[in-house]
């Protein structure tokens, strides 16, 4: 269960950190 957890977490980050990085630099979509 921890381990999904954890894997449910980072898959959140990992997204987060796409929508943030394509906000900031749109010309590299």
């Known amino acids: 269960m921890e381990k999904a957890l ?3 977490l980072l898959l ?3 997204i987060d950190s796409t ?3 394509e ?3 749109p ?3």
Do not use: R
Request: charged share 20%.
């Open 6 to 8: 954890k894997g449910l």
């Open 19 to 21: 929508a943030y990085y």
């Open 27 to 29: 010309g590299l979509g």
């Open 12 to 14: 959140l980050f990992l």
């Open 23 to 25: 906000e900031q630099k």
